[in-house]
Structures are given as C-alpha cells and as structure tokens.
C-alpha cells in the first residue's frame, strides 16, 4: 500500500539465496528482488520503493524507535524500511494490502536478517479496514508507534482512521507528499489549514521534521516528500493549553468533526453561513465565538467549545 525501499550502497545484487553483506537493502537488491518475484511498482497501490539506506535509518531515528517498541508499519513494499525497523530492535506489525508483497516480506527478512524473523509479522490487508480484532497485540499494548511510508492518495485517511481506532497509537512518524504534509501540521490562520490540520489535532500535535528528495525512490514520483512526526495527547500532558479530551465518546467527536467539515466546506463563508443548520446563535453566545469568522480561524479547542454549546443549546 506504499512507496518503500531503501539503498544505493549494498552489495548483494543477486536473486537467489546466497548470504548477503548488508543487512538493509541497496538499490540493487531492491530492484532484483522486485525482479524475481515479477513484481513492478503500480499506481494503483501507490508505490514508489525508497533505494537509500540513508533514508530510511532517518525515518527510524526520527521516530524515536528503541529495542522492543511495538510498531505498526504500513505499506512496507520490498522491506526496506522494515528492515531498517527490525534492525533497531522493534516488534514490527507490517500491512500490506498487495498480496505479491505480504507474501515476499518474511522472505526478505529471513534472508537479509534472520535473526530478527520473529520480530515480523505480515498482515495482507487494507490498514483502513484494520482493526483490533486484525492486531490483537498492538490493541493490548500498552502504546505503539505508526512508522509508514504512505500513499499519497490515502495518506491522511489512514493517519486518521488508525487514530481513531487504536488507542494505545501513541506516535506516528509518517513520510508522505510535501504538500499532505504541510496540511498536516499546519496551524489556524494559514491558506493550508483545513479540515485534516483540525481532525489531527484533535488526536494531538504535529510537525515537519524533514523533507525527503525525489530521488531516492525507485520509480522517482513528481513530487518532494516530507516527515510528519506526531505525538498523542495524554490527560496528563502539562501544557495547559490543551483542553481537548481525545478519549471523549465517539459521538461527540463525530459532533466536533462535522462541524469542521461543513465550515471547511465552504471555508470563504463565515461561519454562520457555513453552519447555519448547526450552530444556533445562541451557541455561539455561548461558546464566546464570533459568528463572523471563519473556520480557518478555530482552534481545534475553538470547535469542541462551539459544539459542546450547541449541545446544550
């Protein structure tokens, strides 16, 4: 379901199933592996296969990732970054929606680092449709870290999805396009920001904590990357500013959730011609909010406020 891969610097060129040298995959491998097991990365699944073992230690390193973290890896291709995970000592759950691919991984693994096989485990799914039921030990796990990878196309209904979902997710560190990234983390006020910087707020904070070159993807993309890092919010985070509660019923983030999409759905009305058939003027008395202004202006703590107004109005 990704983009992955890793190297321009390993030595083991070949096929077959002789002990190779490096223990991350070069772009060599990347290519004889896809190769012999008659695999081409396909639009469909958003693949490009990162070839730089420099680029995906970078990603491991950004995470924070220590011996026996549990990680969620999604879209993990031919195992480049995944290896480079199972290198710094992680418990790896990858999800692979590409079935040649979920099938190629343990293969990779055992025989670029055999020691580290039952570290892995492969789930042949759609991470949108995973659940606990899919990951019982992530679900159990006390927290986890999401490190991917991602599509493009899918980036941030992923991201959200899996917030939703998974409690324990306490950490993402997520390559995607420039532009999803700057939507990701962008703040109130800016062209950029919108409905997936408000959503993901709700969850936590976000930042850029790099950009990534076109070149070291094997096919290149038209587009620059970045890394998105990304940290839960917990009830007992010492920033006072943070007023929302993510562990709220899911009814009512799905109230502070349409609210953010009807006002970014037409983001150039104000918001009491955006929500005119949700917010009464009297909640927006209420929630000390300024009719007149525009959904580009709130904070994710603006919205919460403005809808838990209404939900008393």
């Given at each position: 379901m ?66 026996n973290?549990?990680v969620l ?59 606990a ?22 980036a ?21 396009q ?74 009512e ?20 011609a ?8 009297s ?9 007149t ?14 809808a ?6």
């Amino acid at each position: 379901m990704s983009q992955q891969e890793s190297g321009a610097t390993s030595s083991a060129v070949d096929a077959g199933n002789e002990p190779v040298a490096d223990r991350l995959l070069g772009a060599a491998d990347i290519r004889a592996i896809a190769a012999a097991a008659g695999i081409r990365p396909t639009k469909k699944f958003g693949q490009n296969f990162v070839i730089d073992p420099g680029t995906v230690r970078r990603i491991v390193r950004e995470a924070g990732i220590r011996p026996n973290d549990a990680v969620l890896e999604v879209g993990p291709g031919l195992g480049s970054l995944t290896l480079a995970l199972l290198e710094a000592g992680a418990h790896v759950h990858a999800v692979e929606i590409d079935p040649a691919l979920a099938s190629r991984l343990p293969d990779t693994v055992e025989r670029f680092m055999p020691e580290a096989t039952h570290r892995l485990t492969v789930i042949r799914q759609d991470a949108l449709t995973l659940s606990a039921d899919d990951v019982p030990e992530l679900a159990a796990a006390p927290r986890f870290t999401l490190v991917a990878n991602l599509p493009y196309n899918v980036a941030t209904p992923i991201v959200l999805t899996l917030l939703e979902r998974f409690a324990p997710l306490d950490r993402i560190l997520v390559m995607v396009q420039k532009e999803v990234a700057d939507r990701l983390a962008a703040r109130p006020g800016s062209k950029i920001y919108g409905a997936p910087s408000v959503k993901l707020a709700w969850y936590g904070s976000a930042q850029r904590v790099g950009t990534i070159g076109r070149h070291v993807f094997w096919p290149a993309p038209n587009v620059d990357s970045a890394l998105v890092l990304f940290n839960r919010h917990h009830e007992s985070a010492a920033d006072p500013t943070i007023t929302v509660d993510t562990t709220a019923p899911a009814p009512e983030r799905e109230r502070v959730f349409a609210l953010i999409d009807a006002a970014f759905g037409q983001r150039r009305k104000t918001l009491h011609a955006a929500l005119r058939h949700l917010v009464s003027d009297s909640a927006f008395t209420a929630a000390g909010i300024e009719p007149t202004r525009r959904g580009e202006t709130l904070t994710i703590e603006e919205f919460s406020r403005l809808a838990a107004a209404q939900a008393l109005a």
